[in-house]
Structures are given as C-alpha cells and as structure tokens.
C-alpha cells in the first residue's frame, strides 16, 4: 500500500503575524496540504483552538486527540489521518522530559514543555500496522534536543512492542548536521531519512515567511524505518499572491510498505 504523508508547521495563531495571520493564510494552508491528497498530515504548533479549526479544513483528515486531556495554554504537534484507510488501534502523547508520562513537564532547560504524540494504525485493506510519530523539539539548546529526543526513542520503543514499522515526522529545530540526528542514527541504526537517500540539495524549511532564509536549514524532517520504500519526498514551497501557508515549508513524502 502506498502512503502520502506531509509533516508541517503551521505556525501558532499569533495576530502580530499581520498579513501572515492565520486567519490570512489557514484556507491557503490547507489548500495546498489538501491539493497533495495526503493519506497523514503530522502537524507541529498550534493550540487546541486552532487545531480544531485546521481539522475541519483538512478534508477528509480527522485529528487524533481521543488519548489528550488538552492543557490550554500549550502547543501540541498532531496526527490527522484518513479514516477510510486506516483504523486507529493506540494513542498517545509522550512529554519530551524526565518525566514522559506527566503532562506539561519539561525537563533539560527546554525553554516549553515539549512533546511527541503518537499513533498505532491499522491499514484497512490488509490489516498491517504501522506506527506514527509526530514531534516538536525545543528551538534554543542542541543538548535540549538530544535529551529530548533519546526520551523520544527510548519511549516509543517500549510502546512499539511489537516493533511496527515506523514514521517519525517533526520539526527537529536543528539542521541535519547536528547531534540530534546522530542520536537518532546511533540509537536506531533501521532509521534512514529519504531526503539524503535521493541525494537532493539541503533546503531550507524554515523561512520567517520570507520564503528564503540565507542562514536557514533543513528542520523540518520525515524519517523512516528500511521497511517502508520512499518513491519521493519534496518540499511546498508555493505561496499565494505573498501569503504563505507557514513559516516553515511543509514535506511530502510518498511511501510503500
């Protein structure tokens, strides 16, 4: 079975963004996202108000959220995806800290508390499972984000006991370069990022609504285990008359299993 997925930051309902507002730019969003007909869209930021508003934009997607007592003043990265494919078997969230299971606690000076949420899914027409995560590292300190990320993997390979093959979309906060995706290679030697497997350019995803950045890097990042074969992976780049979906570019990636 093939599966489209996009991971995508859809940047925080903040009215300073003026012209970039969400109200200016969330049907610009989910247009272009709905325009990929995505089977999965793993979103980053936002709080509950707007998630809610950015899943009746989604099409046919509908949000993960059965698991979560919201918290109302925090961000959560999310999974939406097409229930006439898949059928969701788990859920949950895992808080990026000393303490995982304790919602809203951070840990290793992370500026926020930070999460990863997370999905066992059922295909329907064969009855395969595959594993979703989504994630949102801290933006300010790399030794953050490696605590962070090794409560990541360490977590979710207690919860995927039964080892399903994995997707791991987020925005990383760090180029590919850093130590966050030596971590992630050192302590899961199956994972592989699709992006470098095509040999394509570094991108950068994160751009302040400009577009460009000089300084910027690939942060945002779709990660796969060797089970699933990546046919593509792109980067939307489009925007509407100056108004872009985001500040960062979503990805897209098409996968087989």
Same mark, same amino acid.
């Given at each position: $079975?093939?599966?489209?997925?996009?991971?995508?930051?859809?940047?925080?309902?903040?009215?300073?963004?003026?012209?970039?507002?969400?109200? *200016?730019?969330?049907?610009?969003?989910?247009?272009?996202?709905?325009?990929?007909?995505?089977?999965?869209?793993?979103?980053?930021? #936002?709080?509950?108000?707007?998630? $809610?508003?950015?899943?009746?934009?989604?099409?046919?997607?509908?949000?993960?959220?059965?698991?979560?007592?919201?918290?109302?003043?925090?961000?959560?990265?999310?999974?939406?995806? *097409?229930?006439?494919?898949?059928?969701?078997?788990?859920? !949950?969230?895992?808080?990026?800290? %000393?303490?995982?299971?304790?919602? !809203?606690?951070?840990?290793?000076?992370?500026?926020?508390?930070?999460?990863?949420?997370?999905?066992?899914?059922?295909?329907?027409?064969?009855?395969?499972?595959?594993?979703?995560? *989504?994630?949102?590292?801290?933006?300010?300190?790399?030794?953050?984000? +490696?605590?962070?990320?090794?409560?990541?993997?360490?977590?979710?390979?207690?919860?995927?006991?039964?080892?399903?093959?994995?997707?791991?979309? !987020?925005?990383?906060?760090?180029?590919?370069? #850093?130590? +966050?995706?030596?971590?992630? $290679?050192? $302590?899961?030697?199956?994972?592989?990022?699709?992006?470098?497997?095509?040999?394509?350019?570094? %991108?950068?995803?994160?751009?302040?609504?400009? #577009?460009?950045?000089?300084? #910027?890097?690939?942060?945002?990042?779709?990660?796969?285990?060797?089970?699933?074969?990546?046919?593509?992976?792109?980067?939307?780049?489009?925007?509407?008359?100056?108004?872009?979906?985001?500040?960062?570019?979503? +990805? +897209?990636?098409?996968?087989?299993?």
């Amino acid at each position: $079975m093939d599966i489209k997925i996009i991971s995508s930051n859809i940047r925080f309902n903040n009215p300073a963004d003026t012209n970039h507002a969400w109200d *200016n730019r969330k049907q610009i969003l989910c247009d272009f996202l709905n325009s990929e007909s995505p089977d999965i869209v793993c979103s980053q930021e #936002g709080r509950r108000p707007q998630l $809610m508003e950015f899943n009746t934009l989604l099409g046919n997607l509908d949000i993960i959220e059965s698991h979560r007592n919201w918290i109302k003043e925090r961000m959560y990265p999310c999974i939406y995806i *097409n229930k006439d494919k898949f059928f969701v078997e788990e859920s !949950g969230d895992i808080w990026l800290s %000393e303490t995982p299971n304790e919602a !809203g606690s951070k840990s290793f000076n992370s500026a926020f508390p930070r999460l990863c949420t997370w999905a066992k899914l059922a295909i329907k027409d064969s009855g395969r499972e595959i594993f979703i995560v *989504n994630c949102h590292l801290d933006h300010c300190f790399s030794d953050t984000r +490696v605590e962070q990320v090794k409560v990541l993997l360490e977590e979710i390979y207690k919860i995927n006991s039964s080892n399903e093959a994995l997707l791991l979309c !987020g925005d990383f906060n760090e180029n590919p370069e #850093g130590e +966050v995706r030596k971590t992630l $290679m050192t $302590m899961r030697d199956n994972l592989v990022d699709p992006w470098i497997d095509f040999n394509h350019p570094e %991108e950068t995803t994160f751009h302040k609504f400009k #577009g460009k950045l000089e300084e #910027g890097s690939r942060i945002d990042w779709i990660i796969s285990d060797k089970r699933f074969d990546c046919s593509s992976i792109k980067i939307i780049k489009e925007n509407k008359e100056g108004i872009y979906p985001s500040d960062h570019f979503p +990805v +897209v990636a098409q996968f087989s299993i």
